[in-house]
T-cell receptor
Framework: GQNIDQPTEMTATEGAIVQINCTYQTSGFNGLFWYQQHAGEAPTFLSYNVLDGLEEKGRFSSFLSRSKGYSYLLLKELQMKDSASYLC???????????FGTGTQLKVEL | DTAVSQTPKYLVTQMGNDKSIKCEQNLGHDTMYWYKQDSKKFLKIMFSYNNKELIINETVPNRFSPKSPDKAHLNLHINSLELGDSAVYFCASSQPISTQPQFFGPGTRLTVL
C-alpha cells in the first residue's frame, strides 16, 4: 500500500525559516511533489524531486532521500501569505498516480 | 487564460438526486483527473483518463461515472447522491510524463442535504 506522513500543523514566525517533513512508503516510486493550498483554493505546484538532493526555487527548496523515503520542503524568509496547507505527494508507477499526504497546515505569525 | 476550469463552483442538492460537474482544460494536456477532498482536507484520486481512455479507477462507487468526450474535457456524473458525497471535487490535468506536475481546477464544493 501507499503511506505518506506529514505533521498536521506547524507555526512559524514571519521572516524565519521553516522545514516541513514528509516520509513515504510507496511501491513503484517515481518522484515526489510538493503543492501549496490556500484555504478555499486549488492546490498549486511548488516543486518536484526525482533524484536525491536539493532543488531550489527562490524562497522554496525541496529535498529528497529515496533510500530513506524522506523529503522536506524548506521555506525561507517566511511571509504572512505563506500561511497555507502544504501537501506532499508521491508519484507512483502506473497511470500517473499521485498519492497525497494529509497536508501540513502552516501558520505564519508576526 | 490557459487553465483548468470547472463548473459549477458550488453545488447544493438533496440526497438521492443526480448531478454532474464539468471540467475543461486548455493546456493541451493528454491526461485528466478527478480528486475528492474531504472535510479533513485529504486529497484522494478518484479517476484518471489519458486521451479519453480510463487509466485509474480507485475503487470509487459505481454511482460515480466519469465521461471524457475529448481529451480537453472530463465530466463527472454522480447518481443517487449520499450525505457522504459532500466534499470538494477537484479536476486536474497534466502531460502523461512522471516529471510533469498536475494542474488543478478551482474545485466544486458539493453539499448533499
Amino acid at each position: 500500500g501507499q503511506n505518506i506522513d506529514q505533521p498536521t500543523e506547524m507555526t512559524a514566525t514571519e521572516g524565519a525559516i521553516v522545514q516541513i517533513n514528509c516520509t513515504y512508503q510507496t511501491s513503484g516510486f517515481n518522484g515526489l511533489f510538493w503543492y501549496q493550498q490556500h484555504a478555499g483554493e486549488a492546490p498549486t505546484f511548488l516543486s518536484y524531486n526525482v533524484l536525491d538532493g536539493l532543488e531550489e526555487k527562490g524562497r522554496f527548496s525541496s529535498f529528497l532521500s529515496r533510500s530513506k523515503g524522506y523529503s522536506y520542503l524548506l521555506l525561507k524568509e517566511l511571509q504572512m501569505k505563506d500561511s497555507a496547507s502544504y501537501l506532499c505527494a508521491a508519484f507512483t508507477g502506473g497511470g500517473n498516480k499521485l498519492t497525497f499526504g494529509t497536508g501540513t497546515q502552516l501558520k505564519v505569525e508576526l | 487564460d490557459t487553465a483548468v476550469s470547472q463548473t459549477p463552483k458550488y453545488l447544493v442538492t438533496q440526497m438521492g438526486n443526480d448531478k454532474s460537474i464539468k471540467c475543461e482544460q486548455n493546456l493541451g494536456h493528454d491526461t485528466m483527473y478527478w480528486y475528492k477532498q474531504d472535510s479533513k482536507k485529504f486529497l484522494k484520486i478518484m479517476f484518471s483518463y489519458n486521451n479519453k481512455e480510463l487509466i485509474i479507477n480507485e475503487t470509487v462507487p459505481n454511482r460515480f461515472s466519469p465521461k471524457s468526450p475529448d481529451k480537453a474535457h472530463l465530466n463527472l456524473h454522480i447518481n443517487s447522491l449520499e450525505l457522504g458525497d459532500s466534499a470538494v471535487y477537484f479536476c486536474a490535468s497534466s502531460q502523461p510524463i512522471s516529471t510533469q506536475p498536475q494542474f488543478f481546477g478551482p474545485g466544486t464544493r458539493l453539499t448533499v442535504l
